[in-house]
Nanobody, 115 residues
Framework: QVQLVESGGGLVQPGGSLRLSCVVS????????MAWYRQTPGKERELVATITNGDNTMYADSVKGRFTISRDNAKKTVYLQMSSLKPEDTAVYYC?????????WGQGTQVTVSS
């Protein structure tokens, strides 16, 4: 059984920082590519960043230079360090683990950027 649990969201002022965490249960974490997505009401879920088991990363243009994805295989955790946050970064952030044709999602964590 694969379960993902996100944490670390909250309210932050523009220009501030937050670090999101996603803890994964199950033994496949070490070999899985992990991803962070975000979603705002009325819009489709948007890919934010991915990291492979070899630590290769990819970022959406909207977050390049501001967000950093990383992973700790010993802790089965993937992180999203978010800096220079903007109001348009406000969303529910989800982590995803794709495996054998199925996507496993966490419950999401709300990030609100507002003064």
């Amino acid at each position: 059984q694969v379960q993902l649990v996100e944490s670390g969201g909250g309210l932050v002022q523009p220009g501030g920082s937050l670090r999101l965490s996603c803890v994964v249960s199950g033994s496949i974490f070490r070999i899985a590519t992990m991803a962070w997505y975000r979603q705002t009401p009325g819009k489709e879920r948007e890919l934010v960043a991915t990291i492979t088991n070899g630590d290769n990363t990819m970022y959406a243009d909207s977050v390049k230079g501001r967000f950093t994805i990383s992973r700790d295989n010993a802790k089965k955790t993937v992180y999203l360090q978010m800096s220079s946050l903007k109001p348009e970064d406000t969303a529910v952030y989800y982590c995803k683990l794709p495996w054998l044709g199925r996507d496993y999602w966490g419950q999401g964590t709300q990030v609100t950027v507002s003064s």
